[in-house]
């Protein structure tokens, strides 16, 4: 089993940056692949960024890639996303996303976060 909890929400005004966190408890961290995915108000759960278990390897959404970097520091149990250039439409709960075998698709892997808020304002 694993905990996960994500922080670094908030309010932002368009063309800012946010850091989120995901800190996830378990001894088996470093196997874990890890994604983030966001749901905005009535849409369906997307897709935002995955990144492989030595942190090598990363992949983005069309609507993110080149705005936001998904990285991990092993050592700290941690994942971030950096968000750059911020639009309305990034306006979301986004959540942190992990599987031990890797096997994060359109829905995701086993585990989930809370989630946290991310609003940006025009």
């Known amino acids: 089993q694993a905990q996960l909890v994500e922080s670094g929400g908030g309010l932002v005004q368009a063309g800012g940056s946010l850091r989120l966190s995901c800190a996830i408890a378990?001894?088996?961290?470093?196997?874990?692949?890890v994604a983030w995915f966001r749901q905005a108000p009535e849409k369906e759960r997307e897709f935002v960024a995955r990144?492989?278990?030595?942190?090598?390897?990363?992949y983005y959404a069309d609507s993110v890639k080149g705005r936001f970097t998904i990285s991990r520091d092993n050592a700290k149990n941690t994942v971030y996303l950096q968000m750059n250039s911020l639009k309305p439409e990034d306006t979301a709960v986004y959540y942190c996303?992990?599987?031990?075998?890797?096997?994060?698709?359109?829905?995701?892997?086993?585990?989930w976060g809370q989630g946290t808020q991310v609003t940006v304002s025009a």
């Open positions: 996303n992990a599987d031990p075998g890797g096997n994060i698709g359109a829905r995701g892997g086993l585990y």
């Open positions: 378990g001894r088996t961290f470093t196997s874990y692949v």
């Open positions: 990144i492989n278990r030595n942190g090598a390897g990363t």
